[in-house]
């Protein structure tokens, strides 16, 4: 008589567990390196900039080391003092590149604005547009009050601002106006100098205030215009705190 054998299923894996699928954590210094490629790729002269810090600290290091009969001691203190001078030096200048890669798009000072974290509020359409000449204001909300930016030459964007201006004054009277013009021209402030321009105007309306201008100016609106996204300069930065 045949002997008959069953044979056993082994079940299959359910999938708990350390998951596969799960996003990968980008490494600190994978987000340097690329931070430096995109850096490199606007200012070539970043790498002899950080090889010149590093390597001139270093160098004092090992000059005091030597005159105070403490070499290795000096040269290990300047080794971590040379890689966070470098990373502040390649922070800066991954910025400013940042800066110069948005220059000039449409929609590059809302870009840049959205580096500002607290106490302003900025309408991602522009208020005004000029579609022949590409030229737009943008309108932002805050503690100091309303704030124009426009894009474009000064003599041409200078009617959109003053309409916008009067618009706004009709339905929030007595609010403080800022008008700035971003641009290379006199008068008008760089773009990498925004941010901090409007960080620096003084707060003069309570947050009861603020919350009726905000409803005011919401009946306002905007244009729906398509503004392609830029480079974001807060996110040019190394992970220091991974450096670290």
């Known amino acids: 008589m045949a002997r008959t054998s069953t044979t056993g299923s082994t079940p299959a894996p359910t999938g708990k567990g350390k998951g596969t699928d799960a996003p990968r954590k980008t490494r600190w210094y994978t987000q340097v ?18 090889l010149g810090t590093f390597l001139g600290i ?7 080391g030597e005159l105070t009969s403490h070499f290795w001691y000096f040269f290990i203190m300047a080794v971590p003092i040379a890689l966070v001078v470098a990373m502040f030096l390649l922070t800066r200048r991954a910025e400013t590149a940042a800066y110069r890669r948005i220059e000039g798009q449409p929609g590059a ?5 959205s580096t500002i974290r607290k106490g302003w509020t900025f309408q991602q359409e522009p208020v005004q547009f000029d579609p022949r000449l590409h030229d737009a204001v943008f309108r932002g909300l805050g503690r100091p009050g309303v704030v124009l930016i426009s894009e474009g030459p000064a003599q041409r964007v200078a009617r959109l601002l003053d309409a916008e201006r009067k618009k706004v004054a009709r339905v929030a009277s007595g609010v403080p106006i800022t008008t700035i013009q971003v641009g290379d021209e006199a008068g008008q402030v760089p773009l990498r100098q925004l941010p901090r321009k409007v960080q620096r105007l003084k707060p003069q309306l309570t947050k009861a205030e603020l919350a009726v201008v905000e409803k005011r100016l919401t009946a306002l609106g905007t244009m729906k215009l398509p503004i392609p996204k830029g480079i974001d300069p807060m996110k040019a930065r190394p992970d220091r705190r991974g450096a670290r």
């Not at 270093?58 to 005091?64: P, Q, S, T």
């Not at 000072?109 to 604005?113: D, F, H, K, R, T």
């Open 109 to 113: 000072s809302l870009s840049a604005l």
């Open 33 to 50: 390196w690329q931070v430096y490629k995109m850096t490199a790729e606007t200012d070539p002269a970043v790498t002899w900039w950080l």
């Open 58 to 64: 270093m160098a004092v290091g090992i000059v005091i």
